[in-house]
């Protein structure tokens, strides 16, 4: 299948706002409503309560309900997320808190109050204000590589999810870019028979468990600067998978998962019903499946507690044998074997874990790059456990070391 993806221009745009001083720009009532996400942080503060003084934004409440000029709105809300995204990095490294959960929860109870006061901007004012603090406090404002490192490396984290399961629940990946966001790792070792050191520097970036986001295009605008301009040297995506590690080889098109995303949206997609995504209003265009380049028999030599799987399972849609279609699991040696299959699930699943890693292909490929690119399953924790995050880290670290010798 012909690939066809908006230009590159399409995922950067630019939104250019002036405050107009008149009626209609006169202080907005507070009817702004709720989202699910928003309205789980009560009861989340009461269930972890090193929440509630988590991160000291006291002058800006006190400074919010003052501020009329757009620009300077923007301004403070953009500090305001990149002053929560540094501080939760530094909580984690310096290992005062080595947690992902308050970041979130954190962003959502700042989200809530902006919108439950009283205002002086425009709805879409509002919104842009609101957008611009979500981005930056997930990092998206502070991607420079700035030290002495041969190479780059750029991953993703998830936000925790399925939390009226779990509202307790954490997120190895989530922990995991704010452990290794801005860090050096080397390679220390004998690659052909030379004594060689390789440095990496690693840059990461928090990406919501939103269905929505991703089909207005946040993992494209985020990913399409790096591909334009080969600007890094390898990019994984990670997520919260199954007992192992398992590095997904073959991510697939559609979303066949049941599960809601954390506004409690559901796709109807189903194993039987898989359903493509969209990508700007229109249909997601792709291969059923895609083959991930990130170099997985070196990483795969990390050492630690868990099994690293080079997974080749995926689900495809076999007709005719049932009204609908029928599931069905195989395993893949190579792309070929899945060029005239209907994807189901990748090796990722149906969600958006899988989903994360085959735009983020689909557009390398697009955009010609020659980025080692794919995704990381960690191992599943319930709940929250320091100890058994650690070990889940520090192996994700051990195989971006082994990644050094290939890229």
Do not use: C
């Amino acid at each position: 299948m012909k690939l066809s993806f908006p230009p590159f221009t399409a995922f950067i745009i630019a939104t250019t706002t002036s405050f107009i001083t008149s009626a209609t720009s006169s202080m907005q009532s507070a009817n702004n409503e709720l989202t699910i996400e928003e309205l789980r942080v009560e009861k989340a503060q009461q269930a972890m309560p090193m929440l509630n003084d988590y991160f000291d934004w006291s002058f800006f409440k006190s400074s919010w309900v003052k501020l009329s000029d757009f620009s300077i709105a923007h301004r403070a809300m953009n500090q305001l997320g990149d002053e929560l995204w540094q501080y939760s990095k530094q909580q984690a490294q310096n290992g005062k808190l080595v947690d992902d959960r308050p970041l979130y929860w954190t962003r959502l109870s700042i989200h809530s109050y902006v919108k439950s006061l009283k205002n002086n901007f425009t709805q879409a004012e509002l919104e842009s204000l609101l957008e611009s603090f979500e981005k930056s406090s997930r990092g998206y404002s502070d991607m420079g590589y700035v030290k002495q490192a041969d190479k780059r490396i750029f991953l993703t984290g998830f936000d925790p999810f399925l939390l009226d399961r779990n509202l307790k629940q954490s997120n190895p990946s989530g922990l995991a870019a704010l452990l290794l966001d801005g860090k050096v790792i080397k390679y220390q070792g004998i690659i052909a028979g030379v004594k060689t050191t390789i440095t990496a520097e690693i840059n990461t970036a928090m990406v919501p468990v939103r269905y929505e986001d991703f089909d207005q295009g946040e993992i494209e605008s985020l990913l399409a600067p790096f591909y334009a301009l080969n600007s890094v040297d390898l990019i994984t995506t990670i997520s919260m998978g199954r007992s192992d590690f398992d590095l997904e080889h073959f991510p697939g098109l559609r979303r066949s998962s049941t599960a809601p995303d954390n506004v409690n949206v559901y796709t109807g997609a189903n194993k039987t019903n898989p359903l493509v995504p969209s990508l700007l209003k229109s249909p997601l265009l792709g291969d059923e499946f895609v083959l991930f380049t990130l170099p997985y028999q070196a990483m795969m030599k990390a050492k630690g507690k868990y099994k690293i799987n080079d997974n080749r399972g995926v689900t495809i849609l076999v007709s005719g044998k049932a009204e609908s279609g029928k599931a069905e699991d195989i395993t893949a040696n190579n792309l070929a074997e899945l060029s005239d299959k209907i994807s189901v699930q990748g090796g990722g699943g149906g969600y958006l874990s899988n989903e994360i890693s085959y735009r983020s292909i689909v557009l390398r490929n697009k955009l010609g790059s020659t980025i080692p690119t794919g995704h990381i399953h960690t191992p599943r924790i319930s709940g929250f456990d320091e100890n058994t995050n650690q070990a889940i880290i520090a192996q994700i670290e051990a195989m971006l070391v082994q990644a050094l010798t290939e890229i």
